[in-house]
């Protein structure tokens, strides 16, 4: 099993709609939560990082981490077409380690 | 902003040959990280460095080695290439006195035929 698991998809949905991206992880010492965007052939682009539990808004996108439940979401609000794309989901124990990847969810937004 | 910057984009090798990957991180940033990724898969993680040194370990093949230098830049040496070594390869850079926020490059894509 692997230590972080995320919802597969793919996900098509029209544009305007809510996004939600949701990833589940079995180590407890993860503190650090990221979410990239990566488009075909391209590097992982952060799109948010969030430190323990919580939540954390910027723009369309919202990040919640609920450690309780070892359980993380990414939101997007208005959905484009230029959101489409593979999201990761990524954690980290220490402040300066590896990261740990979801195995990505492409969305795709139709216009 | 400057960002990280991997070269070459594209390599096309044969199986047994050796190749470097070159790595230039974010001005200041003092960690860099190597991260491998298949067709399809997320990236893994293979090895990271911290001001020059060795700071973690990850499923890198004993083939592969990697330093990084005292201008912070990294290389990734890959020797003896195999068919399943076809993949990109991802440097990230981070500085270590603000934490988590690691930014990619823009990959170098391998092919070994």
């Known amino acids: 099993q692997k230590e972080v698991e995320q919802d597969p998809g793919p996900l098509s949905v029209p544009e305007g709609a809510i996004v939600s991206l949701n990833c589940t992880y079995s180590n407890s010492a993860f503190q650090y939560f990221m979410w990239y965007r990566q488009y075909s052939r391209k590097g992982p682009e952060l799109l948010m990082y969030t430190y323990s539990s919580g939540n954390k808004e910027d723009g369309r996108f919202t990040a919640q981490v609920d450690k309780s439940s070892k359980y993380i979401s990414l939101f997007i609000r208005d959905s484009q077409p230029s959101d489409s794309a593979t999201y990761l989901c990524a954690m980290r124990v220490t402040n300066a380690g590896k990261s740990t990847f979801g195995d990505g969810t492409t969305l795709t937004v139709k216009p | 902003a400057a960002g990280v910057i991997q070269s070459p984009r594209h390599l096309i090798k044969e199986k047994r040959e050796t190749a470097t990957l070159k790595c230039y991180p974010i001005?200041?940033?003092?960690?860099v990280y190597w991260y491998q990724q298949g067709p399809g898969q997320d990236p893994q993680f293979l090895i990271s460095?911290?001001?020059?040194?060795?700071?973690d370990k990850g499923s890198i093949p004993d083939r592969f080695s990697a330093q990084q230098f005292s201008d912070y830049h990294s290389e990734l040496n890959m020797s003896s290439l195999e068919l399943g070594d076809s993949a990109l390869y991802f440097c990230?850079?981070?500085?270590?006195?603000?934490?988590?926020?690691?930014?990619f490059g823009p990959g170098t894509r391998l092919t070994v035929t």
């Open positions: 990230a850079s981070s500085y270590s006195g603000t934490g988590s926020e690691q930014y």
């Open positions: 001005p200041r940033h003092d960690t």
């Open positions: 460095f911290y001001e020059k040194m060795q700071s």
